[in-house]
């Protein structure tokens, strides 16, 4: 049984392994458009940059008791970055903030008070029983 497939991987990871790229195995993980990665200065493990940088901060805590910062120096910026940005699911926040801002002044001061009488209400309401 010919295993030319599996041979050329094993190739190929062997090759990627040697220049470095890839995960700890060769493999190269299909990668989403510039998938932002941080490099931890004590392991030099790498680990995806998300928003929350959960892993990261799991890794800097768990692995070696030490925080975000110290492992990944600039990987909590680019996760702020990457939380304001519009992207999947967070695309609903863009016209909301657009509305906003074309809103009048006078209107804001205007739903602050209705507010504001509301809240008072129910203040009182929930006072008396
Ligand atoms: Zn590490």
Excluded: W, Y
């Amino acid at each position: 049984m010919p295993e030319s497939n599996k041979a050329a991987k094993k190739r190929v990871q062997k090759a990627n392994r040697a220049a470095g790229i890839g995960d700890e195995t060769g493999r190269i993980v299909r990668v989403k458009e510039a998938a932002q990665m941080a490099r931890c200065t004590i392991c030099q493990l790498e680990l995806k940059i998300t928003k929350t940088n959960t892993e990261l901060k799991a890794h800097a805590e768990g692995k070696h008791g030490k925080t975000l910062d110290e492992c990944f120096p600039g990987a909590a910026a680019i996760a702020a970055e990457l939380a304001a940005k519009p992207g999947k699911g967070g695309a609903a926040a863009a016209p909301a903030a657009a509305k906003k801002g074309g809103k009048k002044k006078g209107g804001d001061i205007g739903d602050l008070d209705d507010l504001l009488a509301a809240g008072l209400n129910v203040g009182k309401k929930k006072g008396k029983k």
